[in-house]
């Protein structure tokens, strides 16, 4: 038994940000930010919030699939750039779309979460618990954004992306890997609220997204891989047999060079960070809906979904569309 993607539904801010006006922020340039991450444009919030983005997201994702709120059985966010700390951004979702019979929590692994809610989305319908679920990607990162940091800056857009899964027989998820290793936490980092009661204070650090971009580069162009190679070997499926490499849109370079080092040719590798950026945990739903949305995804299609994020973690995910 697996689970099948039935429908996938996405949602950006209005507010579209170009290189030109980041220059206006911090010493960069289009060029730059073109040649070395591919990305010319991204969605900033204006007002829009994980929890809005997330629920507009998952109405597409229901109404792609002919579902019915009340039909859905969990609701899974991957966000690390929540509004709250409680209620999650899952059971904002849950009320905003009207899925009264759901259960809801949110789950963070960065820009792999994504991937982490589907695969734990895989393991309820696996073991039984649950028939299906809606699963989002969401995160506007704008607000723990350095502004003033041009190494970072120039990289992250805000939006949303969700999918809609169902039990099913055969075909749907065939492989599945994630990794994590805690050991590379100061690679990517941001603080949370620091601690502070009546009895202690701690000073406050500055609470905003910290990256050493070389060694996030590096990780990436060298594990995701082997991470593929993995997740395809647990599937039976050769490199040659996949007809599309969804993966987490960070930066054009890492994706060019992931496809040298699995040896598969470029075309076969989709990309949207040129007009969103990098949006984390929404990167690899929201690349999906606009695949499907263009008819680009076709029954029987083999895919792999592959990301990597802060923790630092990495995921793959093959499946037949
Ligand atoms: N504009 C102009 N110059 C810049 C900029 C900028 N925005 N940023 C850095 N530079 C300069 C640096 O200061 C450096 O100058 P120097 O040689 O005089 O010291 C030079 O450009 C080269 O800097 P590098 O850091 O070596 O540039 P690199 O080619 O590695 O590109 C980048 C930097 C784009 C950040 C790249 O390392 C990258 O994409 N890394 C991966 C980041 C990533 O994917 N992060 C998200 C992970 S997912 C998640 O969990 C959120």
């Known amino acids: 038994m697996s689970i099948r993607i039935l429908g996938t539904g996405s949602a950006l801010p209005e507010r579209a ?23 010319a444009g991204r969605h900033i919030s204006t007002g829009e919030t994980v ?7 998952c109405v597409l994702a229901l109404e792609n699939a002919r579902k019915s709120a009340d039909e859905v059985e969990l609701i899974l966010v991957a966000t690390c750039s929540p509004e709250n700390v409680a209620p999650c951004a899952a059971c904002q979702v849950q009320k905003e779309i009207g899925a009264g019979n759901a259960a809801a929590f949110d789950l963070n692994a960065a820009c792999a979460g994504f991937l982490f809610a589907l695969h734990t989305a895989w393991a309820y319908v696996e073991s039984g618990i649950y028939r299906n679920a809606l699963i989002a990607g969401s995160e506007v990162l704008s607000k723990i954004v350095d502004w003033e940091d041009r190494g970072t800056c120039i990289l992250f857009g805000d939006g949303a992306g969700a999918v809609y899964v169902e039990k099913c027989g055969d075909g749907g998820i065939l492989g599945f ?5 805690g050991n590379k936490g100061d690679v990517l980092s941001c603080v949370g609220r620091t ?3 009546p009895f202690f204070r701690r000073i406050s650090e500055k609470n905003y997204l910290k990256m050493d971009g070389r060694e996030i580069f590096s990780f990436a162009v060298r594990q995701i891989p082997k991470t593929i190679e993995e997740a395809l070997e647990k ?3 050769a490199v040659g047999d996949v007809e599309l490499f969804v993966l987490h849109q960070a930066n054009r370079r890492i994706i060019e060079g992931i496809s040298k080092r699995l040896g598969a040719d470029e075309v076969h590798f989709p990309t949207n960070l040129e ?7 929404a990167s690899i739903p929201l690349l999906l809906d606009e695949l499907n949305r263009k008819g680009e995804l076709k029954p029987g299609m083999r895919l792999v979904l592959s990301g990597f994020g802060a923790g630092l973690t990495c995921g793959a995910c093959v499946l037949e569309w």
């Open 51 to 57: 929890a809005s983005l997330a629920s507009r997201a």
């Open 275 to 281: 007009r969103v950026g990098n949006t984390s945990s």
């Open 177 to 181: 890997v994630q990794h994590s290793d």
């Open 17 to 39: 940000v170009t290189n030109e006006e980041i220059t206006e922020l911090v010493d960069t340039s289009d060029e730059w930010i073109r040649e070395r991450t591919g990305i």
């Open 195 to 197: 601690l502070e009661n």
């Open 235 to 237: 599937a039976g499926i």
